[in-house]
């Protein structure tokens, strides 16, 4: 029997955000598996609704790129 290995849909690679001159996510690169449920979990202020942001494509990073379905 084989096992299907999680596809990830949703794609980050080494991105870099900022508002002015502040680096808020710095070469951050993530996979997120289809199918499964992810949390993103830090304190305030740690860059978690700006990630968000990012990658619902509200936000375009400074440098690296966000892929959905590749």
């Not at 029997?1 to 070469?27: F, G, H, W």
């Not at 996979?31 to 990012?54: H, M, W, Y």
């Not at 509200?58 to 959905?68: D, E, K, T, W």
């Amino acid at each position: 029997m084989t096992t299907a290995t999680p596809v990830s849909r949703l794609q980050a690679e080494k991105i870099e955000l900022r508002y002015a001159d502040r680096t808020i996510v710095d070469e951050l690169s993530l996979e997120i598996p289809d199918g499964g449920f992810t949390v993103v979990v830090g304190p305030n202020g740690c860059g978690k609704s700006t990630l968000l942001r990012a990658l619902g494509r509200m936000l375009a990073p400074r440098s690296g790129r966000v892929l959905l379905d590749g």
